[in-house]
């Protein structure tokens, strides 16, 4: 599968609770996105990779969230001490900038997302 | 005010109709407008870009006004197939701007 992958799907936790999300994008791919969505809501932007520069966050992303790309490759979205506004969609996506090479380089590709409901 | 402002709809529309969204943006300097998209539970997924000659995939046509900062698509010939949520997306340097979609609902 060359698409982009989450993990888990879908995750239920208790409030307070630390939970951890993982995003493989497409290999080809230097940027890496990840979005909240709420019913009724487009995606929502939290924060952005090139390789493995975080390099922007959005205001929205609290202190309890943090997200890594370490290797450049895989990202890992953490929520600490989780709230039941967390509870959304977490969808990661990515897409390259290397116009040359990839035909479409500016479109994002999402992954199926990953569904958390804290209880 | 918003990036992107769409209307929710719904939209219930009838098979073998012709159904128009709109979508305007707020900053005149977004280089890049796409539509996305997205069926229930799902994730979004490319419709189409939209290019500021106007361009058409099958019975999907979109445009750009980049004076007016006013996105449109047009589904003709609705299917039953197409019901689902309509993204206006737009690109502003780094960053990807959603609007909040609208739902389209295609009768039998």
């Known amino acids: 599968d060359t698409g982009v992958s989450q993990d888990p799907r879908h995750k239920i936790t208790k409030r307070g609770q630390n939970v951890t999300f993982r995003c493989d994008p497409i290999s080809e791919h230097n940027r890496l996105y990840w979005y909240r969505q709420t019913l009724g809501q487009g995606p929502e932007f939290l924060t952005y990779f090139q390789n493995e520069a975080q390099l922007e966050k959005s205001r929205l992303l609290s202190d309890r969230f943090s997200a890594e790309r370490p290797k450049g490759s895989f990202s890992t979205l953490e929520i600490q001490r989780t709230e039941q506004g967390d509870s959304a969609m977490y969808l990661c996506a990515s897409r390259t900038t290397v116009t040359s090479v990839v035909v479409g380089a500016n479109v994002l590709t999402f992954g199926a997302g990953s569904r958390l409901t804290v209880l | ?108």
């Open chain 2, 1 to 108: 005010r918003k990036e992107v402002e769409q209307d929710p709809g719904p939209f219930n529309v009838p098979e073998g109709a012709t159904v128009a969204f709109n979508c305007t943006y707020s900053n005149s300097a977004s280089q890049s407008f796409f539509w996305y998209r997205q069926d229930c539970r799902k994730e979004p997924k490319l419709l189409m870009s939209v290019y500021s000659s106007g361009n058409e995939d099958g019975r999907f046509t979109a445009q750009l006004n980049r004076a007016s900062q006013y996105i449109s698509l047009l589904i003709r010939d609705s299917k039953l197939s197409d019901s689902a949520t309509y993204l206006c997306v737009v690109n502003t340097g780094n960053q990807f701007y959603f609007g909040t979609g609208t739902s389209l609902t295609v009768i039998p």
